[in-house]
């Protein structure tokens, strides 16, 4: 596996957020130290992508009820082995939501990460608890696409930004939106 992208994109998006110093170098040092980061079957833990999907006016977010986990949050999911973690944000956000289309805003291709999170997943059956290291991109969904929920979801809604922290008060998805306000500006 290729883990000399995975750093830059870190290094790169630790310079673009200062805020997110010390959670890209904690995602950096384990890259650096596990040649099979990108695999779920990493016992610590692994790589993930995930979207924070605007509507097309940019004044709602697309938020999955996460059906293992029970709470509002952003589409997302295992890199499975590919080191291209913005690809695997846009086919998590296809797979979960069921839109097809979607636009990133200015600003490099690939686009940069909007988010870093480092985060725990419970123990659940035969599969221990370990840690997500997930790296999140803002899309824009296309108009006029319908979104369904997922196998992997009991509920999708489309969320007013400034009524986030109604549903929500989970820290790393009001974090985001503080970030996209500087972003998109609003």
Known sequence: MHRRGLQ????????????????AARMRDFVCAREDCLLRTCPPGHLT????????????VLLVHHRKL???L??????????????????EAQEETGLVRFTTLPGGEPPGPLDLDIHEIPARGDEPGHLHYDV???????????PRA????????WVARERLREVSGEESLLRMERRTRVVVGR
């Open 70 to 72: 029970g709470r509002w």
């Open 136 to 146: 999140r991109f803002l899309l824009v969904a296309a108009k006029g696409e319908v």
């Open 150 to 157: 997922s196998e992997e979801s009991t509920a999708l809604r």
């Open 49 to 60: 992508g995930s979207a924070w999907i605007l509507s097309p006016d940019f004044g709602s």
């Open 8 to 23: 830059a994109l870190l290094d790169a998006h630790a310079a673009r957020w200062p805020d997110d110093r010390e959670r």
């Open 74 to 91: 952003q589409p997302g999911g295992h890199a499975d082995g590919d080191a291209d973690l913005f690809r695997v944000a846009v086919r």
